[in-house]
C-alpha cells in the first residue's frame, strides 16, 4: 500500500467518514472508496460499489468478488451522557473500551469538570442545545443520567428528534412514568416513549454502580447488535 | 485500553515516515474458530517490532518473518494458514480454524 492512500485513509478516519479500502489480491493495486468518490488504482463497478455500501453499513470485512478485499473503516459509535454524575465515571472506561467515543453534557459547572473527567469532550451547554449541535446520528447513544426533569427532560426531547439508535433515562419505574407523562404533556408520541429504555440497562439485577454501567452497556450493545433492548 | 486495528495503522504510517520500512498483514478471511476476524491488523517494522494481530497466537512468527521478507523485495504475499484441531493449539489457533493473510509493504 502506497503510504499516500494510507495517509488519506487515516485522514478519513480522523474526520469521522466511512471509508473502504479495495484491495486486488492478484495485484497488490488498491483503491479507497469514499461515500461518493474513488480514488487510487481502479474504479468500482456498479455492483461492487452496492457490495462495498453494505459492507460498510454492517461494519464488515470481505472479499468481494474472486479477488477484491473490501476493509471497512466506520467512525467510532458514539456515546452522549447527560450529567455528569458518579453513574457516568463508571460508565466512561467500559464504553471506552467497547469502542465508543464519549461525550458529557451538563450546564452544572461544578460537576462538568476536567478534574472529574479527565480527557473526556464536556459540553457545559444545555442538554437540548448541546445534543442539537452534536447532531445524533443512527451510530449515537444517548443516555440521560441526572434524575432532574429539568435537565433531562430537554435532553430527552432533543433525543426522540434525532436519529439515536438508543436512548436510556436512569429513574425508577415510577420516576419513569412521571417523566412519559410530562413527554405526553410535550407532544411525544406513544411510539416515541417506546424508544426510551426506562428503567435504564439490561436486567441483569444490577446494584452497584460498575453494574448499572454495565446493565446499560449490556442494553446498548444489545441494541446495536441485535436491534432489541432485552433478550 | 485495548488496541484496535486503527492503532495498528496510525503506528504503521509512523513508521514509514519515520524512514523504516514496514509491512502491513491483513486478515482477508477465516474459516471455523479463527480469533481475529477480516480486516484484523498486524503491522511489522524492518527490524522486527510489531503491532497489533492477525491470529491471537504463534501464527504472528511466521506472519512477521513474511512481513519482513516482503519489506526487502516488494511483493505481496497471500498467507494461508489451516490447522488441525489437534494441532490447533500448538500453534496458537485456539480452536482449529483456517485464516488467509494479506502481506504488503507499505510503499513510501
Redesign the interface.
Known sequence: ???SL??K??AA?AEGRPVALV?D?AT?LQSLVHEKVVEGDFGVTAEESEAIANLLATE????VGDSH?V???TPSPRLVLVGAVHIAQAVIPMA??L?YAVTVIDPRQAFATPERFPGIALSTDWPDTALEALQPDSRTAIVTLTHDPKLDDPALSAALKSDAFYIGALGSRKTHARRLQRLTEAGFTEADHQRIQGPVGLAIGAKTQAEIALSILAQITAMRRLGKASL | ??L?P?DV??R??AW??AGDGVA?A?V??TWGSSPR???SHLAIAADGRFIGSVSGGCVEGSVIEQGIEAIADGE?R?LTFGVSDEAAWSVGLACGGTVKI?V?????
Open positions: 500500500m502506497r503510504l494510507l495517509e485513509l487515516l478516519r484491495t489480491l497488490g464488515a470485512s470481505a472479499l478485499f476493509q471497512s473503516f471506552q473500551a469502542g | 485500553m485495548v484496535d486503527e495503522l496510525t504503521a504510517a514509514a515516515k502491513l491483513t482477508i478471511a476476524p477480516a480486516g505481496p497471500l494479506y504488503e509493504r507499505i510503499e513510501v
